[in-house]
Structures are given as C-alpha cells and as structure tokens.
C-alpha cells in the first residue's frame, strides 16, 4: 500500500465482538454487531511502520452498505483513524499500536442504517477490503430509538428465542408453543432478503430509510401478508390445505422462513394471525427491535373504524355470513414493537401495536401500525399509524340480529359483546400469560372509558368533514338498545370440556312481566372458526312451555359428543345459543356461549439430569381416551438445541382407552434452558401440541 502501509490481514475479533454485542448466538462464524456500541478489529501489515503518526493523516476507514453506495445519500461514508473517536457519528479509534499491527475501535453513530457493511482501509490511494459485517437495532444503547432499559426485558424480547402464543376463549386462554428461533442459520440473511424485496416493491432503491425502525416495521408487515406485497405468507380463506401446511401444523418461523427463500420467495401456504404474527416476531427480534406476540379476546375484526358491528343469526340461533367482512373474531393475534416515537409527543413512545394481517380498509396498506398503544387506550384516533382500526377492534360493541323466516331482521335483546377482552402475552422470563388489557383501554364502564370513546368519536366526525370521500367512519357510539323488562335468559356451559364429553347446558328463563308468559324456547350448537366464520350447526332442541309471573324454569341438557365429534373445525370451537321467542309479544331475546374443546394431553418427560454431548432419551407418552381407535398417529418433534431439525414417529393406530409410548433419543448440543415441542396428528386429532423446558447442564 501507499507509503509502505501494505495490510496483510484484518482479523475482525468476532468472538470477543459478538459476545460484547449479544449477537454470539447468530453467528461464530461472522462479524454482527450493534448500532452505537463500538467493535474492534486488528489490521495487521507486511512492513513495520517506523512513523505510525505519519501513517495515521493519511489513513481512512470506508463504511458501504446497498447495492450502489453512495456518498450523497449516505450509504458510503469514509472517516478518519484518529487517537480519540467520536461515539455520535461514524469513527475510528486507534487502541493499540505495534510495529506490524494496530488495533481499532470503530464506533457507530446509534441511528445508523442497518444492513449489511463492507468495511475497506484507505490509505494514500490505495483500497483494501478488510472485511464484511452486519449492523443491527440497539436496544441495549440509550441513544437509539430501540432502547429498552429494563435488562430482563432485553432477555426475553430480543434474544428469547422460545415464545407461548395463546389462542382459545377469553374464559380458556390456551397457550401453544411457538420457537422464534430468530438466530437461527441464514435466519439474518433472510431477514435481509426480505428487506430488500420489500424495498424494491416500494421503489426506495437505497437503504437510508433503514435506520428507521419505523420504517423497518412498515416493511416487514407489508411483506408478511402476500395480499399487501409478493409476501412471505398467504391466507387461505376456505379452510382447505390440501395445498399447502395448515397454519396450526406450524412450530415455528424458521421453516417458513427457509420455505419461502428457497422457492424463490413465491408465498408459502399457509398462515393465520399468529402464524403471520409469531414470522413477525422472529425477524424484528433478528433485527434488533423489541418484540412480542399479542393475543386479544372477542376482537372485532374489518369495522373499517365503525365502532359497531352487527351478528345474524337465524331463528333457531345458527350464525348466518350475511356476507359481510366486518366479523367478531373469537381470539386475534398481533405484535407489540418497543421504539421511541420522534415523530410524535414523547407520551407516545414505548409499545406500538402492529398487525401484518390484513384489514379492509378505505385507504392505505391493508396492515395496520405502529400504532401507540396509548394512544389506542386514550382513544387519540388521529394518531399514526392506524390508531383508529385499533380502537374500533378493542372498543366495538356488537348488537345481534335475528333473521326472520318472512326476511325480517329483528334486534335480538338481552346479549351485547364487548371487543376487547382478555389482551395477553407470555410474561418475562417465565412461560405465565400475562394480561395487559389495562394498556389498551380504560376499565369498562369508568368515566376515562367514557372520555375515550366520545374523544374518538368526536375525532372521526371530524376528520369525515375534512374528507368527504372517506369511508372511514365512527358513526356513532354504541348504545344498548331499549329492552322492555319483561323476560331474562341465562345461558351457562363449560368454559372448556375434554374431547369425547357430552356438552352440557344450563338454562334459566324469568318472567320479569306482571302477567302469564308463553314462550318458544330454541337451543343449538354450532362449530365456527376462530375468526368469526361459521361452520357446521350440530345440534338443536326446542322448548314450548308458560311462564307465571316472577316464576323461573331452569332447564338441563346435553349436546351429545356425537353430535359434534366430526364436525368440531380445526379450532374446536362450538357456540352455544339460546333464542327465546314470546309468543305474546314476538320480542326475541338472545344468549350465547363459546366452548372450546380440548384435546387430551400430550406428556414430555425428561431424565433429571442432561448434560450438554451425552446421548439421553426423552419419552413422550400419549391416552387416547376415546371408545374408537385413533388411526394413522403420527408426532412431529422439534427441539432447538436438543434435535437436529424435525423428526417425524408413525405410531399407526392407537387403541380406546390405551396409552401410547414413543421414547425419544436426542444428544443436546447447546447448554442452558431448552424446550421440546410435540404435536400429534391423526385422522380423529389435529392440531394436539405439547412442549418441555429442561435446563441442559454445560459439559
């Protein structure tokens, strides 16, 4: 090299670099570090350097990232080796110095673009590649936007790699297991790949938006969902996957992942909202924002913002399409991203809500946020991103209709839904559900609820008038409708009810009325999906009987598990209904539950003492506890750490009552907490799941 300066190696000192910037788990093998925290490398020479000083006023370092850098728009930047650096912008320290080497410590400025660098010396003017290396968020750096301060939250949003995403009821919250595995190989290079077709659909040909995390996570939402862009996943709107995997046989992102990149990133069949929620997850928490996966209760999805959703039903109580988007979704999943807001006040920093499963929506991408989850819980609608369809899911009251045989619709009384209910996540540093409704909204029935809703509905009638052609709208808050207090009906059930039990079901009719009462009591059972799709009606009994004034009758049945067992839908849900009909009056009162049915336990067990290299076994053991056999069993096993990729067991056939037992040999390879996940499959069973931590002793 010029003058004499000729290198002769860089060693990048990954190891002690990687650990200083916690990214040791996603590569050994290259240089990933973190914005605003400086890393070290050792330049080594031919010659000895007799004037170092000298050397030094003539010696430069080259940052480039993108496919075309640039010195104008900032994806090339070249700065001085100097005695001190300078820890806000890009820059060069000399540490040690000897007469073949010197040691530098090369800082970057905490609102870099992420994205992958080439790193060169110039000297005089010469060029030398000294190497390649990854630049990722920093949450763990005050100055940068990610910046979370609490360590244990580091743990568990960024580096956790063993996530529990809960589906079910609001009164049977299930959890199922979920591996992130955001460190996984070529898991980062994805991560990237995915940007930069994400980029190229945006025309933004260069990569100085990516020090946005903001922008990132606009990015990545909008390639999850191959509705918005050439995405990563796509929706199968008929339940049929025959095509494709369905979405609740997923373990986890990294084979949606690799599936997607090696097929050209043509979309993978198929996802759900946690499936596109949980891919989310893994690749924000690659690339260094805080992330976790949210589960809401009773969700009113596609309102376009209307802060009313309607239910049909027909007479004997079964849920009708009536072809429309806007449904109440049992259970919905999304994501929460930790980042300052510098575009907003500072009370909006923090938790932002953002959903990559796609919305009908009058305007904008079909993906919603970052949304401040405070602003949602404070009803400030005009916020970015997407407040509005936030608070209308969470906020919504659904009033149920019934549709008459003569084509009449009829208000149901007695059964109003409240969106919103239950909003949960896996808690730090242990597998409890967490509830965190009070961050997204006010105690129902208090005054700041109250102050909350009329803010947002003052918000959108405003903003109607400004935007004439909107479809967005608030159109008004609802209310309950007037009920005369004549008849009450009370529908109670099992929250939950292992597989293979009959249903049962309470009932209580009262006469409020001074007077006799006829009544035409109808009861049904009905599986539906969880986002609000029905499916089969399974089961129906009807009831003529007088009621005196003040009397109550209660009634006792069951809905036989024949009636349901080949009809329960993949999320096992039924709905219960009663519609009470009085024959004086023809008022239609209404009452409904929801059930979940559960498969029976799939048991892990471990020996008490694994060491890291040591062969061992662990046995998972299974009950049928149907009277029929369960035919073509077959068990899925994946354990990070513990497996080397999938393994798939054909059990064959289980018999009644029997227990079935598959012993599992495994060498663990990595120390420290690890889980094996479990999912059984079969011709009467889907979606059966169950997972195991055990602490693997390092050898």
Known sequence: MGQGLSTKKCDLNIAVNNNNHHTEEISTERLVVRRGQPF???????????????QLKRTFLIVQTGSHPSKADGTQIEFPISILGDQKQWSAALEEQDSRSWTISVNTPANAAIGQYALLLHASKSYCLLGNFTLLFNPWCKDDEVFLANEAQRQEYILNQDGIIYGGTENAILAQPWDFSQFEEDIIDICFTLLDIGERHQQDKTHTQRKNPIYICRTVAAMLNCDELRGILTECRTGKYYDGTSPSKWLGSSPILQQWVTSQCKPVRYGQCWVFAAVMCSVLRCLGIPTRVVTGFTWAHNTNSSLSVDEYYDEDGILLTHNKSARIWTFHVWNECWMARRDLLPEYSGWQALDATCQEKSKGPSFCGPAPVQAIKEGKTEVDYDVCYFFAAINAKCQVWIHKADDILKPALGCTKYTGNNISTKS?????????????????????????????????KKAEKTCSNSKTQFSSIPTTLEEPV??????????????????????????HSGGEKAVHLVLGAQSVHYNGVPNTPLWKEEFHFILKSKEANTLQVFVPYSQYRKHMGESHLLRLTAVLRDEDSFYIYFAQEEIIICNPPLTIEFPENIVQYQSTTAEISFLNPLTERLEKCVILVAGRGLIYRQRKYRLGSVQPTSTQQLHIPFTPTQAGPRRLTAHLDCIQLQNLKSYKSINIVAA
Not at 440 to 447: D, F, K, M, N
Not at 487 to 511: A, C, K, M, T, Y
Request: proline share 5%; hydrophobic share 30%; charged share 25%.
């Open 428 to 460: 730090v540093g242990s597998e409890r559900c967490e509830d965190i409704t009070r961050n997204y909204r006010h105690p129902e029935g208090s005054l700041q609820e109250k102050e909350a809703l009329e803010k947002a509905y003052k918000k959108m």
């Open 486 to 511: 004549n008849l009450f009906i009370h529908l109670q059930s099992e929250n939950s009810l292992p597989l293979g039990q009959d249903v049962p079901l309470s009932i209580r009719v009262f006469n």
């Open 40 to 54: 070290t490398i050792t330049v080594s020479f031919t010659a000895p350097i007799h004037n170092y000083l000298q």
